[in-house]
Each structure stands twice: as structure tokens, then as C-alpha cells.
């Protein structure tokens, strides 16, 4: 939850700065990166500590 809300400001304050508007792919994209963040690190704890 924490990396998704870092997520969300990085976006917010990267695209401010340059006076851009965000596109919605730019979210899913950072969405499903996360996503994939937290089921491979599920995957990796499993893989090693099981």
C-alpha cells in the first residue's frame, strides 16, 4: 500500500512540474507495475523460505 501511494505522488509531482497532463496509461502502467511488484515478492518469499 505504501509503494502505491508513492506511486501516486511521484506521478502527481513529475507531471505538475512539467505542466503536462497525466494520461490514464500512465496510472495503469504504474498500477500493474506495482501489482506485479507485490506477486513476484510473494512468489520470491515462497520460492526461498519454503
Request: proline fraction near 2%; glycine fraction near 4%; hydrophobic fraction near 55%.
Amino acid at each position: 500500500m505504501g509503494s502505491t501511494e508513492t506511486t501516486f505522488y511521484t506521478i502527481a509531482v513529475y507531471f505538475s512540474a512539467i505542466k503536462q497532463k497525466a494520461y490514464p496509461s500512465v496510472f495503469a502502467a504504474a498500477c500493474l507495475s506495482d501489482l506485479m511488484g507485490f506477486v513476484f515478492s510473494a512468489l520470491a518469499v515462497r520460492l526461498f523460505f519454503s
